[in-house]
């Protein structure tokens, strides 16, 4: 079935230095998605590409979807406390009437003064 | 407009013990999803139904959960009997399925713990 890996796994950084996450899928997608879950909170979406290399910014939050529609990265500039929490991709799953998402298996991002 | 309700917040009960986390999904919304949140495993979805139909079960991880949609503003996932590999945070999401537009939005969870 399909899968999606990010990595890392895990980052810490200091407030102010920048973030990148990375995203892989092994099959090619119609589109990804990217959500944001805080600590103790519930993922929320941030942001949907769909065209092949297809680049999306929100604030210091630049998105990208690679050209062969596999892979994506999500990168963070001069991060903030606002910004911990946890990173996931996700792809769609189409059964022609419905749809789910395979998450990625997330990057988990610490922010520290 | 509210969001994606789901209750009980937290759950504790004891091994053996049956344990319904209910949830509605936003008005309007065609299809939800039921998932499992955990350290080890990520977060792993379990069910989801289109039209209140299930399309795909297959990551229910066995015959002790159970999952129904009666109608389109309510759900249930059923775990019985509990064990404690189930603690776990169980996130319901849904979304309205539009072609290849298909944000989901998740309830607050249900921090669920096993004894």
């Known amino acids: 079935g399909q899968q999606v890996m990010q990595i890392p796994q895990y980052q810490h950084v200091q407030e102010g230095e920048d973030f990148t996450t990375y995203c892989n899928s092994s099959?090619?997608?119609?589109?990804i998605q990217w959500y944001k879950q805080r600590p103790g909170g519930h993922p929320v979406f941030l942001i949907q590409?769909?065209?092949?290399?297809e680049v999306k910014k929100q604030k210091r939050l630049t998105f990208q979807f690679g050209e062969a529609k596999k892979n994506s990265s999500l990168h963070i500039t001069a991060t903030q406390t606002t910004d911990v929490g946890t990173y996931f991709c996700a792809g769609p799953n189409h059964t022609g009437t419905a749809s789910k998402l395979t998450f990625g298996t997330g990057t988990r991002l610490q922010v520290t003064l | 407009d509210a969001g994606v309700i789901q209750s009980p917040r937290h759950e504790v009960t004891e091994m053996g013990q049956e344990v319904t986390l209910r949830c509605k999904p936003i008005?309007?919304?065609?299809?939800l999803f039921w998932y499992r949140q955990t350290m080890m495993r990520g977060l792993e979805l379990l069910i989801y139904?289109?039209?209140?139909?299930?399309?795909?079960d297959s990551g229910m991880p066995e015959d002790r959960f159970s999952a129904k949609m009666p109608n389109a503003s309510f759900s249930t996932l059923k775990i019985q009997p509990s064990e404690p590999r189930d603690s776990a945070v169980y996130f319901c999401?849904?979304?309205?399925?539009?072609?290849?537009?298909?944000?989901?939005?998740f309830g607050p969870g249900t921090r669920l713990t096993v004894l």
């Open positions: 590409l769909v065209k092949s290399g």
């Open positions: 139904f289109n039209n209140n139909v299930p399309i795909d």
């Open positions: 099959t090619t997608l119609s589109n």
């Open positions: 008005s309007g919304h065609n299809s």
């Open positions: 999401a849904s979304s309205l399925f539009l072609s290849d537009y298909n944000e989901q939005f």
